[in-house]
């Protein structure tokens, strides 16, 4: 009896670490779901908002991923001054909020303002659900626990678009109102169960810093779809260009002066951070432009529905669960550079074959789903080998401002990735559509191709080197 007393301690502690683990990854998930699922719900804002252009709906998912990109670092830091729990509750509830105001949407520009909301929310919420882990968790449990909470994305975006696709055809408005259920009961089981943690030396961030950053990624977004829609040497769209140019600048000049920048400069003394970023700039700028650009084409040019939408998708995004798993034997004898070089080529090579098959008559089996497939096998070699190399070469104490700023230059390269291809695409009613999308899928692999040659750069350290 005592033995079966004193055993039954840690059951209880692994069940309550399990039950941590869920709530804070199922926030996680929620706040990238919605990136995934809002693609596939393009062509019906498009009905329901009448008179909106491809550039204007961009910025339902331009729109969340700049703000979501400039917070995502301050919100982190502040929560890590003032208390991850707090943080990351207020961040949940400012979701969950936002999403019901989403679904309540009266025009566009009014949903735009909500995701806008949202991604603050989801700003405050996904560094937390982080921190929370790696501090409420077990010594010997964390590093499951952030393999769990990394792969969230992935499961994301394999089964966001057949959820978005399934609610699509009840209403667009049913993408944002999945989110009501599954964050009142993250927002109560955590209070519950979740302890706080805090950092109270961790000084404020420059939030002036992040705000300008905002505004120098909105400009050169809004640059680069205004350009594609009224011209590159339209007023509009030079002062776009100037506004990013000029916040750029002074973005880069407080973060040389200010004490607690929004990025510490001192992080790209490292080479494998430096190259790390910059691969993943350049490959989340071709994967945030191959979603909106398979989905247009099943969707504009292949008359598909929703829901049929959604399930033609899933097979990329399920290569990407597969491989990312498989990929794991050879990352331990390949150095890390050259796995993301090989993933990138195949990355390359999926969007080139699609490029290719592009023609007015749409077949899904033999134009686009070989393709789309190699694509998946693709990202799922390079993605999580290149995230864990940005981290791999810094100090302890810079590792989880590390993880923030790819994080940070992931969305980055979505925002870029869509805002290019809008500009490539133009009119969803174009006469020569086949061709836009054909120009859109060399753009892709143009981008891939490059973030290769990037990878190639990574220096990769051997644990205890």
Excluded at 389 to 418: C, D, F, K, M
Aim: positive net charge.
């Amino acid at each position: 009896m005592p033995v079966s007393s004193e055993s039954s301690v840690p059951t209880r502690e692994r069940d309550r670490s399990a039950a941590i683990v869920l709530v804070l990854c199922a926030a996680a998930f929620m706040a990238m779901l919605d990136v995934f699922v809002v693609n596939v719900a393009f062509t019906d804002l498009a009905a329901d908002f009448c008179g909106s252009s491809l550039a204007d709906l961009s910025w339902v998912l331009n729109g969340y991923t700049i703000v979501y990109a400039a917070l995502l670092i301050p919100a982190g830091r502040l929560a890590d001054r003032h208390g991850r729990k707090a943080g990351f509750l207020v961040g949940l509830a400012v979701f969950t909020l936002a999403s019901a105001a989403c679904a309540a949407a009266p025009s566009l520009w009014w949903l735009v303002a909500f995701r806008v909301l949202q991604a603050a929310g989801a700003a405050a919420l996904t560094p937390t659900s982080l921190g929370l882990l790696l501090t409420a968790l077990p010594a010997e449990r964390r590093a499951g626990a952030v393999k769990v909470w990394a792969t969230t994305s992935s499961f994301a975006g394999a089964v966001g678009p057949v959820v978005g696709g399934a609610l699509v055809g009840l209403s667009w408005r049913w993408v944002f109102l999945i989110n009501l259920p599954v964050g009142i009961a993250a927002f109560v089981w955590a209070r519950r169960l979740v302890p706080d943690s805090r950092d109270a030396s961790s000084p404020m961030p420059d939030l002036l810093g992040a705000a300008v950053l905002a505004l120098a990624i909105g400009g050169a977004a809004l640059g680069l779809v205004k350009g594609g829609e009224r011209g590159w040497d339209d007023a509009a769209t030079l002062g776009a260009f100037a506004v990013a140019a000029a916040g750029t600048g002074v973005f880069v000049r407080r973060s040389l002066r200010h004490p607690a920048p929004v990025v510490d400069p001192a992080l790209f003394r490292v080479p494998s951070f430096v190259w790390a970023n910059t691969t993943a700039l350049v490959f989340c700028t071709a994967f945030g432009a191959s979603f909106p650009c398979v989905v247009l084409w099943l969707e504009n040019a292949g008359g598909f529905s929703a829901i049929e939408t959604g399930l033609a998708i899933v097979p990329g995004p399920l290569m990407v669960m597969i491989f990312a798993a498989v990929g794991q034997r050879p990352a331990r004898r390949v150095p890390t550079g050259v796995l993301v070089a090989a993933g990138n080529l195949l990355f390359f090579a999926g969007a080139a074959l699609l490029a290719l098959s592009t023609s007015a008559d749409v077949r899904y089996a033999t134009q686009i789903l070989p393709g789309w497939m190699i694509i998946g096998v693709g990202i799922g070699l390079a993605l999580p080998s290149l995230l864990a190399a940005a981290t791999t070469g810094l100090p302890p104490a810079q590792a989880a401002t590390g993880s923030a700023v790819v994080n940070t230059s992931r969305q980055l390269g979505y925002v870029l990735g869509v805002a290019i291809l809008v500009a490539i695409l133009g009119s969803l009613d174009a006469d020569d559509a086949h061709s836009a999308f054909q120009h859109g899928w060399w753009f892709i692999a143009g981008a891939a191709a490059l973030s290769a040659v990037t990878a190639l750069g990574i220096t990769p350290r051997k644990a205890g080197a």
